[in-house]
């Protein structure tokens, strides 16, 4: 098992790979390009269950060759998304429209499975703390994968220009973010600013969407995923601010230790 500080970010992690991911998959054969050939998406969503598996098997040893090995099918699982979604965006000859969301949000996943070999595996570049590390995995998870594909989605309902930038700007502003920590406090600065003004807007079309529904469960759904967005991107801003200020107000390995805690003082869980 993970250290206590590292658990609660593992189980988001593997929370992506057995539900976030699949049902993104779905909502893409669901409401994506018609002519995408929907029986090899159909291959990576089956493919991807023993992958997934096999990445929660690997939080059962210790970080070593063994535990990168079991979570290197998952991370071949998501660079087999990258490849489709690079190779459908290029027969697209790279058009910005409503779909390219979900080109890039295959793409980018890549990323976060390579970031969790690495971090089962035990080296990484930068020197990071190891919660980092699983961070970044889960980062590109969702706001590498799921905000560009929520964004999408929102563009199919309300195609104008500013919804078809909008998964553009959003898996731009996770890249820089990811570089930012990385390397630049002013960078991280600036790509959390962009991060949070791209997930403010996603999460008030959210609430338009919501408008064009005539179920009411369907409705509170997508408020309640629009509120939660705007909460988790204040916070974002505020570690990014923090950081670049040397103030701290968000210490990151202590709130992740920390939370499951609060969460069973408040009565939550």
Known sequence: MPPASEQLPAIVLLLAAFVLVPLGLELI?????????????????????????????????????LAAGLAAPWMLITWGHAGFGLLHWARRRFAIDPVLGADLAL??????????????LGRWPGGFEPIIALL????????????????SLISLEIDNRLTRALAPGVSLAALLLALGITFSPALELLAAALVVAASLLIASLLWQVAQRK????????????????????????????????????????????????MLCRSGVV
Do not use: K, N
């Open 29 to 65: 054969q669901t409401h994506g390009d018609p002519a995408w050939p929907r029986h090899r998406l159909r291959g990576l969503m089956w493919a991807g269950l023993p992958a997934a598996t096999a990445l929660a098997a690997t939080f059962c040893v210790p970080q070593s060759p």
């Open 107 to 120: 793409i980018l996943i890549s990323i976060g499975g390579t970031w969790a070999f690495m971090y089962r």
């Open 214 to 261: 005539s179920r009411s469960a369907v409705r509170w759904l997508l408020r309640v995923a629009g509120a939660s967005l705007a909460a988790g991107a204040m916070l974002a801003m505020l570690y990014a601010a923090g950081e670049f200020s040397g103030e701290r107000w968000i210490d990151m390995p202590e709130t992740v230790a920390t939370l499951p805690g």
């Open 136 to 151: 970044t995995a889960v980062h590109f998870h969702y706001a590498g994968f799921a905000l560009p594909l929520v964004a």
